[in-house]
């Protein structure tokens, strides 16, 4: 399940956007994130946010989907930060790179 | 299947860890590969698993048609929209493809082939790093490009083995589906192949019908006449197009038998003598004899020509078959055969008016004619004429005038009602037809 908590700027362009990631990151969920992340960078959105605080496991389509997601807010000029990993997946980004593109609060 | 990630794994060194994530892939792949997915989503996915087995940026992958010798991308990530779509290969990349086998080629290393030399822009632009022929079987049947990793670092021995595993996974599915694609066309080709066929024995069946009714210069286009009329027996009984065709072919062939029979007797201008009845009454068997060592695609045809002057009441020859012992195609042969003789002019006798020749298709039933066939052929007239179908066989077959004869759909619709399954009269007729054949 995906909820999107959009933060809009003074002008009316939502800057920067939250989106939270489902309990597990599968190949369906990871879809809707990179639709809603499109749509969101599509929109001006210069931060994406993705929060991770109800995600047990993230598998290697998940992986996959954000390391698009991280793709194309760098072209974009957007700047991307995951938020709430627990302590694998954590570990699981770091081991795979994600970490080095991304900040981590 | 889940991604094999746990606590009770972290504290094995970061190889391990690695090896056991791309594992889950590796598994997770091979489900996606027994899944009834469609062939793109199957592909696509294989790349978002291998992708994010690893850690790779952006990637593609690309089936190989053989006969264009170009790679098409059926799945991309990242590459952005001025990728090729298709890529070429000589017949030197080929070569060395085959002989490189399933294994991760490093694009910076190969500079030497022409395929590398021609899209080295491309490639460069994207980063990509790795080329993986998927060689299946020794054919190249498609192929991998790789980015760089997330982690900015090369990729290590043991990642260019979980690449191989994969790549095998990924070629498979599209051997697979080649070779589902080859035995579509050869099931297509072979299905044109039958259907000519088929069309080949129409013609021929019709040249025969022809061939007959020439013999007969009185009832010309009797048999083509026949056949058409069981065909709409058929179609009207419910029958699938093949079993209609089927009834078609029994009435075109029914009177081949005639073609042994003495021209003169068969167009005698007269009511013909007990011996030359004799002779003419031959022509069920002989038509038996021509049609039976014919390989037919329906089975019934030389039942069709045996039978088709038997009657229900057991008054007719042959065999003087009674009821159900008479085949059901040839009782709609015996339908057709009936309804044109009295539709047509003879020689000793002109046609009847369409109301008497429905009285007759009445009066007979159960002696003559079974009831649904009766009902089933006068309800297709009906439809006819009262414009519930677009279809004009039986105007054209018969000419409009006799077909359009004053009172004559009130005359077919007072007829069905009484021939309906819950009157009296038909109660007798099924009643009859059962009796008959204890
Ligand atoms: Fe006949
Ligand atoms: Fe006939």
């Known amino acids: 399940m995906i ?8 002008d009316g362009v939502e800057e920067r956007s939250v989106i939270v990631a489902g309990d597990y ?23 994406l946010v993705v929060n991770f605080a109800q995600t047990e496991l993230v598998n290697s389509i998940g992986v996959s989907i954000l390391l698009g997601v991280i793709d194309i807010a760098s072209k974009n000029g957007a700047s991307v930060v995951f938020s709430d990993m627990n302590e694998d997946t954590v570990e699981l980004f770091d081991m795979l790179g994600l970490t080095k593109h991304v900040t981590i609060v | 299947m889940t991604t094999i990630h746990d606590s009770r794994f972290t504290n094995h060194d970061h190889d391990d860890h690695k090896l056991i994530h791309a594992f889950g892939a590796l598994a997770e792949l091979g489900h996606e590969i027994t899944n009834k997915n469609s062939f793109q989503e199957t592909i696509r996915t294989s790349l978002h698993l291998l992708s994010g087995a690893i850690g790779i940026m952006r990637g593609a992958a690309a089936r190989y048609s053989r006969y264009a010798h170009e790679l098409n991308l059926v799945a991309v990530r990242g590459l952005g929209d001025d990728f090729p779509l298709s890529l070429t290969l000589t017949t030197e990349d080929e070569r060395q493809f085959l002989t490189n086998g399933l294994h991760p080629i490093e694009i910076a290393e190969a500079q030497v082939l022409p395929f590398f030399q021609i899209y080295d822009v491309s490639f460069a632009d994207r980063g990509l790093q790795l080329f993986v022929p998927l060689v299946v079987r020794e054919e190249i049947v498609g192929a991998l490009f790789l980015g760089e990793k997330a982690t900015g670092e090369a990729y290590t021995s043991y990642e260019k083995e979980i690449v191989c595993a994969m790549g095998q996974h990924i070629g498979v599915a599209i051997a697979q589906r080649n070779l589902m694609a080859e035995i579509e066309r050869h099931a297509e080709e072979n299905r044109q192949l039958f259907d000519e066929m088929r069309s080949t024995y129409h013609d021929t069946v019709k040249a025969f019908a022809a061939a007959i009714d020439c013999k007969d210069k009185y009832t010309e286009g009797h048999s083509v006449r026949v056949g058409k ?3 709409i027996i058929a179609s009207e009984l419910g029958w699938g197009k093949e079993e209609v065709e089927g009834a078609a072919v029994a009435g075109y062939l029914h009177d081949v038998g005639k073609l042994t029979v003495e021209r003169k007797i068969i167009n005698a201008p007269y009511r013909i003598n007990a011996k030359e009845s004799a002779e003419l009454n031959k022509h069920p068997g ?48 015996t339908l057709a055969d009936s309804f044109d003789a009295m539709t047509t002019d003879r020689p000793y006798k002109a046609r009847r008016a369409a109301r008497d020749v429905v009285d007759d298709l009445k009066g007979n039933i159960g002696r003559q004619f079974s009831p649904e066939l009766v009902t089933a052929f006068l309800g297709g007239m009906l439809k006819e004429l009262k414009g ?10 018969l000419g409009r005038d006799y077909m359009e004869a004053e009172g004559i759909v009130e005359k077919i619709r007072t007829t069905l009602n009484d021939v309906a399954p819950t009157s009296p009269m038909t109660y007798v007729a099924a009643a009859g037809d059962i009796l008959q054949i204890h």
Do not use: M, W
């Open chain 1, 3 to 10: 909820q999107a908590n959009a933060v809009p700027a003074a």
């Open chain 1, 25 to 47: 990151l599968n190949k369906l969920s990871g879809e809707q994130i990179e639709y809603e992340c499109k749509r969101r960078l599509a929109a001006g959105c210069k931060e």
């Open chain 2, 229 to 231: 009329f069981s065909e």
């Open chain 2, 286 to 333: 002989v038509g038996f004899e021509i049609l039976q060592p014919i390989h037919h695609p329906y089975t019934d045809v030389p039942l069709a020509a045996k039978y088709h002057h038997e009657r229900l009441d057991g008054r007719g020859y042959p065999d003087g078959l009674k009821g159900r012992e008479i085949p059901y195609i040839a009782k709609i042969v």
């Open chain 2, 388 to 397: 519930e179908t677009t279809d004009k066989r039986f105007r054209r077959l």
